[in-house]
Every structure is written in structure tokens, then in C-alpha cells.
């Protein structure tokens, strides 16, 4: 909406049912074809031609960076698309951090940023290590997640064991079908059929209370930020249902609560 209200034309690509098609604000509606998504992007953006390509969620971030990725290994570094995505996304080379939750810690570490302890966990054996070293609570997500979905905090060794088999598991068919069906979503629909595992981080527990940013950066600046407290979630580890803007005159305060400090 307010890229359209800046005067810029809209398309959107996504499901069928999806709120944003109830909006004005949208010249027109693409269908995302969720057994397909890498064709049916590439359609999307040769019917359309845009100058600049946003995604709304972490799904599409996955497929805009496995479109750029396929051109490449294919010797199309030079399509429309690759080149919208490197113009809208930045340097390709950061691609492969985004969805790796350790990666990411461990650049935001070398920038300075105060981050938890985090580390791969590949069997049963490296968690009963982690927690040892760790302690209990500790969190266990799933890469390639958002919105709280793959993220489990757990407070005893019977819970993380549990935790770890069904985050590294693939997603069960009929899960799967029911998100596809009830809620047109199937993101987990491939993973499921091609018995897909997850990669399971762990992370040190940070007590305190939960938040979310947003930030919006054109070729290295940041151009905006907007931060939020997490009033309530859809269930304890799911998506924010209902959040607090935060002013810039409590962001310190709030960034210390967040870290489970004092002010």
C-alpha cells in the first residue's frame, strides 16, 4: 500500500486466498504455484518485468534465492531475473547466511552484535554435549523456519531428546495436507513427499521479554527500522499475534528488557 500510494505500480504473486488480494492497492494477482514455485517465479517476473522484487515472508526469500541459484549453476548469470534478484537482494554471496540460523549468528558476532550461543546439532550425542556445556533451558530450532514455527524451548533432557527427533524429522504427510488444504499453505507439501530433514541449531536460552524488528536497507545503508514487543502469540513458540510498536525514545529501554536486563 505504500508503494502504491508512492506512485509505483503493484503486482503481487501469491496464493489464491491470500489477504493481500482484497486490497486496491494491488494492480494485479499472480498465482503461486507452491509444487512449482521456482516456475512459477520465473513466470511471474517475465509477465510483469518489475524494477524491484520484495518478498513478504521467509518462504519467499528461499525462492527468490533457489531462482538465482539455478540460473547460476545453469550458466544464466545474466536473465532478467538473476539480475532483479542481485538488484533487490543484495550480494549473492550473503545468500546462502540467510536461512542457516548459525551462519547468521556467527556474522552478526564479527560485526558486534551480542548474540546467544549457538551451534549445529547433528545426533542425540551432540545435544547431551550442548546441554552439558550449556545447561538447561535451552532453545532447539529448525533451519529454514519463521514466525516461531520450528522453535522449541525445553527445560528438561527427556524434552530437548524429544524436541530433536521431531524438528530433524521430515514434516508428516497428513500435517502436511492439512496445512495445504484447510490453510492453502503448502510449504511443507515437497519437504514432506521427498522425506526432507532439518538442520537443528540450538541455541543458549536468554530469559527476558520476546521482540521483532524490521529493517529496510537499500545497498548497505539502512534506510528504516521499525521495532516491536511481542504482546501475545499464537500459541508458546508461534507467530506474534499481537504486537507493540515501539517509539524511539523507549527502544534502549526495551532492547535491554529484551536481553533480560535491567533498565
Given amino acids: 500500500m505504500a508503494f502504491a500510494g508512492a506512485g509505483f505500480r503493484v503486482e503481487a504473486l501469491c496464493p489464491s486466498r491470500h489477504p493481500v488480494t482484497t486490497t486496491s492497492a494491488v494492480r494485479e494477482t499472480i498465482r503461486y504455484g507452491p509444487l512449482a514455485p521456482l516456475k512459477t517465479l520465473e513466470h511471474a517476473i517475465e509477465k510483469t518485468r518489475p524494477d524491484l522484487v520484495i518478498p513478504a515472508d521467509d518462504l519467499a526469500v528461499r525462492h527468490l534465492h533457489g531462482l538465482h541459484q ?7 548469470n545474466g536473465t532478467r531475473s538473476t539480475v532483479l534478484i542481485g538488484r ?17 549468528m556467527r556474522v552478526a558476532a564479527e560485526e558486534g552484535v551480542s548474540v546467544p550461543d549457538t551451534d549445529v546439532i547433528h545426533s542425540l550425542g551432540d545435544l547431551k554435549k550442548w546441554v552439558e556445556r550449556i ?24 524434552e530437548a531428546e524429544s524436541a530433536f527427533r521431531s524438528l530433524q524429522a521430515p514434516p508428516l504427510i497428513a500435517r502436511a495436507m ?8 503448502w510449504a511443507l507439501v515437497k519437504p514432506s513427499l521427498l522425506r526432507h530433514r532439518s538442520v537443528v541449531s540450538a541455541q543458549r536460552f536468554i530469559d527476558g521479554c520476546e521482540g521483532t524488528s524490521i529493517v529496510a536497507c537499500w545497498e548497505g545503508t539502512v534506510l528504516a527500522t521499525m521495532h ?3 504482546i501475545n502469540k499464537r500459541n508458546a513458540a508461534g507467530p506474534a499475534t499481537v504486537v507493540r510498536l515501539i517509539d524511539s525514545d523507549e527502544m534502549s529501554d526495551v532492547a535491554r528488557k529484551i536481553a533480560g536486563r535491567s533498565p
Avoid: W, Y
Wanted: proline share 3%.
Fill in 178 to 185: 492439512k496445512r495445504a488444504l484447510v490453510d492453502d499453505n
Fill in 135 to 158: 545447561g538447561l533451558p535451552t532453545v532447539l530450532k529448525a533451519n529454514a523456519t519463521s514466525g516461531g514455527e520450528g522453535v522449541r524451548i525445553l527445560r528438561t533432557m527427556d
Fill in 88 to 104: 533487490s537482494m543484495g550480494s549473492s554471496e550473503a545468500f546462502p547466511i540467510v536461512s542457516n540460523r548459525v551462519a547468521a
Fill in 70 to 76: 539455478r540460473d547460476l549453476q545453469r550458466g544464466k
Fill in 228 to 230: 516491536f514487543e511481542v
